[in-house]
């Protein structure tokens, strides 16, 4: 068997850009970033219906949280008075930061065995050497033990999931660290190359460790105000605790044609490679090596400055090196809409998806999904929403009693939150999902009920 090697590439990476940046930001404003730290504490008490997502033999439990964290907001404590200020825009500031993090403490009612302790932290941050040359930088943190994993891609919408067939409850950790270096040279035309390190780990014997390490380049270029380019190359090493190592490749290019500052149509061409390790003796898991070609069109167009669109079809084949050739359609849509005190948000995809870094690791999987979410701002200092989802998705060689492993899930459910006092901060969310699938035992209900209260500093 053989275990994901720990490096401490992204500690040694902070260390070095500490010491190159934060002389800068201490003489450019200690104060100011001190003063910006709120901590803060919740309590939090949840109930839930099906703690495992089985069809029979369903726990429930009262689940209750007490969470103590920090943020480093846009927002500045005034030194005299203690009320919250904006700070200046940051197209004026040479360094943002963004910072969320939290430990909690977890006690089930009943389950006590499950008893454990959460992490979770996101950090945004960049810094500009020169009006053209920035760093910037990405880390998600996440100690869980959550039935189905949200999905921790960047710009991933709530309620969004990683695929996953495996039901049950097991503390996982996951960290992903993102630096990049950007340089523009034009005023839309820009440079830049990137660094992943995604590492998971999982408690349950039956799940697989993984880590990834990744590095991008991307390059948009503009001809004209009419005409532009694009292209990003992506290469990934990946280890996994069972399953034969990766090495994988992915090239995307694209030409825009821009009718106007509104309106822009693209034509786009996507290539992957996947290459496996051959397994070692005594290995169970094998994976096959596969290419996926994917051409696309795309439209994107500002109806209003305040309701956005983009859609994009296409094609892909996947041809594996040995087996029979995928191929189906693809189709992305994404709207966003914010009327007066009321955003609406739905992105769809069609296709298919690559499931890799995760407890099952089950590789390439044909795939759909429809994702909505409203907020409004009911009163001045509440607002509420609502959010409902859709996903179908069939496994890669999950042939179960003579069937092709299929699944259909939905999700709908609506929260609120109302801020009593200026440091004090009530929510209560709802929500019900369901499974269906053609394989028998493998369908779930899912009754899900969260009460918190925060106090912030």
Same mark, same amino acid.
């Given at each position: 068997?053989?275990?994901?090697?720990?490096?401490?590439?992204?500690?040694?990476?902070?260390?070095?850009?500490?010491?190159?940046?934060?002389? $800068?930001?201490?003489?450019?404003?200690?104060?100011?970033?001190?003063?910006?730290?709120?901590?803060?504490? *919740?309590?939090?008490?949840?109930?839930?219906?099906?703690?495992?997502?089985?069809?029979?033999?369903?726990?429930?439990?009262?689940?209750?949280?007490?969470?103590?964290?920090?943020?480093?907001?846009?927002?500045?404590?005034?030194?005299?008075?203690?009320?919250?200020?904006?700070?200046?825009?940051?197209?004026?500031?040479?360094?943002?930061?963004?910072?969320?993090?939290?430990?909690?403490?977890?006690?089930?009612?009943?389950?006590?065995?499950?008893?454990?302790?959460?992490?979770?932290?996101?950090?945004?941050?960049?810094?500009?050497?020169?009006?053209?040359?920035?760093?910037?930088?990405?880390?998600?943190?996440?100690?869980?033990?959550?039935?189905?994993?949200?999905?921790?891609?960047?710009?991933?919408?709530?309620?969004?999931?990683?695929?996953?067939?495996? &039901?049950?409850?097991?503390?996982?950790?996951?960290?992903?660290?993102?630096?990049?270096?950007?340089? &523009?040279?034009?005023?839309?035309?820009?440079?830049?190359?990137?660094?992943? $390190?995604?590492?998971?780990?999982?408690?349950?014997?039956?799940?697989?460790?993984?880590?990834?390490?990744?590095?991008?380049? &991307?390059?948009?270029?503009?001809?004209?105000?009419?005409?532009?380019?694009?292209?990003? =190359?992506?290469? *990934?090493?990946?280890?996994?605790?069972?399953?034969?190592?990766?090495?994988?490749? *992915?090239?995307?290019?694209?030409?825009?044609? &821009?009718?106007?500052?509104?309106?822009?149509?693209?034509?786009? =061409?996507?290539?992957?490679?996947?290459?496996?390790?051959?397994?070692?003796?005594?290995?169970?898991?094998?994976?096959?090596?596969?290419?996926?070609?994917?051409?696309?069109?795309?439209?994107?167009?500002?109806?209003?400055?305040?309701?956005?669109?983009?859609?994009?079809?296409?094609?892909?084949?996947?041809?594996?090196?040995?087996?029979?050739?995928?191929?189906?359609?693809?189709?992305?849509?994404?709207?966003?809409?914010?009327?007066?005190?009321?955003?609406?948000?739905?992105?769809?995809?069609?296709?298919?998806?690559?499931?890799?870094?995760?407890?099952?690791?089950?590789?390439?999987?044909?795939?759909?999904?429809?994702?909505?979410?409203?907020?409004?701002?009911?009163?001045?200092?509440?607002?509420?929403?609502?959010?409902?989802?859709?996903?179908?998705?069939?496994?890669?060689?999950?042939?179960?009693?003579?069937?092709?492993?299929?699944?259909?899930?939905?999700?709908?459910?609506?929260?609120?939150?109302?801020?009593?006092?200026?440091?004090?901060?009530?929510?209560?969310?709802?929500?019900?999902?369901?499974?269906?699938?053609?394989?028998?035992?493998?369908?779930?209900?899912?009754?899900?009920?969260?009460?918190?209260?925060?106090?912030?500093?």
């Amino acid at each position: 068997m053989k275990k994901t090697k720990q490096i401490g590439w992204n500690t040694c990476f902070i260390i070095a850009i500490c010491i190159v940046i934060l002389p $800068n930001i201490v003489r450019a404003d200690l104060k100011e970033i001190l003063l910006s730290f709120q901590p803060y504490i *919740t309590l939090q008490e949840e109930y839930n219906s099906n703690l495992d997502l089985t069809a029979t033999n369903r726990k429930e439990d009262y689940i209750t949280s007490i969470y103590v964290g920090l943020k480093l907001t846009p927002l500045l404590k005034a030194a005299v008075t203690g009320e919250l200020q904006k700070v200046p825009t940051t197209l004026d500031r040479k360094y943002g930061i963004d910072l969320n993090f939290n430990a909690g403490f977890q006690f089930y009612n009943k389950e006590t065995d499950n008893n454990y302790i959460s992490l979770n932290g996101e950090l945004n941050g960049w810094y500009s050497f020169t009006p053209n040359l920035a760093f910037r930088v990405r880390e998600y943190l996440n100690r869980s033990d959550e039935a189905r994993e949200t999905d921790y891609a960047a710009g991933s919408l709530p309620n969004q999931y990683l695929l996953a067939t495996q &039901r049950g409850r097991e503390v996982y950790f996951r960290n992903v660290f993102e630096p990049s270096l950007e340089y &523009r040279f034009g005023r839309e035309n820009l440079i830049s190359g990137g660094y992943r $390190n995604n590492l998971y780990k999982n408690q349950s014997r039956t799940s697989e460790d993984s880590m990834e390490n990744a590095i991008n380049t &991307r390059l948009i270029y503009w001809f004209n105000v009419r005409n532009g380019v694009s292209f990003e =190359y992506d290469f *990934t090493l990946g280890n996994f605790e069972d399953s034969p190592n990766e090495v994988g490749h *992915t090239a995307t290019g694209r030409y825009t044609y &821009r009718f106007n500052p509104r309106t822009s149509i693209f034509g786009e =061409y996507t290539q992957e490679w996947r290459n496996f390790d051959k397994p070692s003796f005594g290995e169970i898991r094998s994976s096959i090596d596969y290419m996926v070609y994917r051409p696309s069109i795309g439209i994107e167009h500002a109806f209003s400055p305040t309701f956005s669109g983009m859609a994009q079809f296409g094609y892909y084949w996947q041809t594996p090196e040995k087996g029979p050739t995928n191929d189906g359609p693809v189709l992305e849509v994404s709207l966003s809409k914010r009327a007066g005190k009321t955003t609406y948000t739905v992105s769809s995809e069609v296709g298919y998806t690559e499931d890799y870094y995760t407890s099952e690791n089950l590789g390439f999987t044909e795939y759909a999904r429809v994702i909505g979410v409203i907020s409004h701002q009911l009163l001045q200092r509440m607002t509420i929403g609502l959010f409902g989802s859709y996903e179908w998705a069939k496994y890669p060689g999950g042939v179960i009693e003579n069937k092709t492993s299929k699944d259909q899930i939905w999700e709908i459910g609506g929260n609120s939150t109302y801020q009593i006092l200026k440091w004090l901060t009530v929510s209560l969310d709802g929500s019900y999902r369901e499974n269906r699938s053609n394989i028998e035992n493998s369908d779930y209900s899912e009754y899900r009920g969260i009460f918190r209260i925060t106090a912030t500093y």
